[in-house]
């Protein structure tokens, strides 16, 4: 198993699909994060792949707080950018049960090496899905709030401004709408 950082989207795994066939690196998966080898590779295999990824935004994780946080990472963006509905998602039930370890645990780790608590990861996350919703214009900010889980569209409405700067309304009138991607959230 391999662990890769910044790896966020489908295209992704596309992209390092690409790399692993162009190489002769044999696989069995590819998921966000995380690449399934189907046999040992060697050290000059893994340079090479390493180099590869490299030019495209991507780093192999060799130590195991780093392949935990881009865990947590990508099951947080997992579940808010593309699950069908997050369905009151309990972060720390969540990440416990996937992850085998303590919330309290991870959510430490998570800030020392971050310099952002776990949950205004998950909030900023949250809130890159709002832009997202607002920009597409399918929905009400009500069924947004439902959608992501908020109590209410107030809160979602106090939530966005104290990110962004500006409420949802104002944000969805103006030209420039601010998007960050993914990975540099």
Not at 7 to 14: A, E, L, S
Not at 53 to 72: A, P
Not at 108 to 127: D, G, P
Request: proline fraction near 2%.
């Amino acid at each position: 198993m391999l662990y890769i950082k910044n790896m966020v989207c489908p295209r992704c795994i596309m992209a390092v699909k690409g790399i692993l066939d162009d190489e002769g690196i044999p696989y069995m998966n590819v998921s966000l994060g995380e690449i399934t080898l189907s046999g040992k590779i060697t050290d000059e295999k893994r340079e090479v792949l390493n180099k590869r990824l490299g030019k495209i935004g991507f780093t192999i994780v060799n130590d195991r707080k780093g392949q935990l946080i881009e865990q947590i990472k990508n099951l947080v963006i997992e579940a808010i950018h593309y699950a069908r509905s997050m369905e009151k998602v309990k972060w720390p039930e969540y990440l416990s049960d996937v992850l085998h370890l303590d919330y309290k645990y991870l959510s430490s780790l998570f800030s020392s090496v971050e310099s952002i608590t776990l949950e205004q990861y998950i909030i900023n996350q949250k809130i890159e899905k709002v832009k997202e919703l607002l920009v597409y214009d399918e929905l009400s900010l009500k069924e947004i709030a439902f959608q992501l889980d908020y109590s209410s569209t107030a809160y979602l409405s106090n939530q966005f401004k104290k990110v962004t700067g500006m409420t949802p309304t104002f944000f969805k009138q103006s030209l420039k709408h601010n998007r960050k991607s993914l990975d540099e959230i």
